[in-house]
């Protein structure tokens, strides 16, 4: 079966094998993917009814048999181990901040969220994570980070907060940022503060573009 670049990119994470929860499934593609192409065990969790009526469709339409449904909000009512690999994506870092701080730990997670990448980064290392794998990718011309924390200890740097210890060496994806936040500088009426804190984090990555060049 064929999925999008951004459920492609978070599947190549995982590891052949591997039981993995799925935390906001929404269709469950990314499930039978995995059971269908990597032999994993997965169990397909969403808050939302609906979605997860229409997950249960189409595991039936493929076939497969290892996916167990769960409508739940985050992790709550899972037992969780730490062989597990959860995987969270298309939610707010503030959800997925309070997802993570009220469920039981696993040693890997895989991260997209839609926003504040260095506030999930502070947090998610602050809970005794590292990172491992960084990717961005560009589907339907929007742009998704995905992110793989293992159970572990690093130092990082501001920078590496901020724009990810991996993905600040990414020509691509630094240049994805500069655009979007130029045509956010572009509208900032000159007299708002806020538009010479942009001109500092545009002036930020062009210079990491420049060491790259």
């Not at 590891?15 to 039978?32: E, F, M, P, T, Y």
């Not at 996916?67 to 181990?81: A, C, K, P, S, Y």
């Not at 724009?163 to 990414?170: A, E, Q, T």
């Amino acid at each position: 079966m064929k999925i999008s670049k951004r459920l492609q990119a978070i599947a190549d994470m995982v590891s052949d094998g591997s039981k993995v929860i799925d935390v906001g499934c929404d269709h469950a593609l990314l499930d039978i993917y995995l059971s269908i192409n990597k032999n994993c065990q997965c169990v397909a969790t969403d808050i939302n009814k609906n979605a997860l009526d229409q997950a249960k469709y189409n595991i039936k339409r493929f076939g497969v048999k290892n996916i167990e449904t769960v409508q739940t909000d985050g992790l709550n009512g899972l037992d969780v181990n730490v062989s597990d690999v959860v995987v969270i994506s298309g939610m707010g870092a503030t959800t997925i901040e309070h997802i993570l701080k009220n469920s039981r730990a696993t040693d890997t997670l895989i991260i997209s969220a839609h926003n504040d990448w260095e506030f999930l980064r502070k947090t998610v290392v602050s809970l005794g994570y590292k990172i491992e794998e960084e990717k961005f990718i560009i589907d339907k011309d929007k742009g998704y980070i995905i992110i793989k924390f293992i159970r572990g200890e690093d130092t990082y740097s501001d920078e590496d907060l901020l724009y990810g210890p991996y993905l600040k060496n990414s020509l691509e994806y630094l240049k994805y940022l500069h655009n979007k936040l130029k045509e956010v500088y572009d509208k900032i009426p000159e007299y708002d503060e806020e538009k010479e804190n942009k001109k500092m984090r545009l002036f930020e990555i062009q210079s990491l573009i420049e060491k790259l060049i």
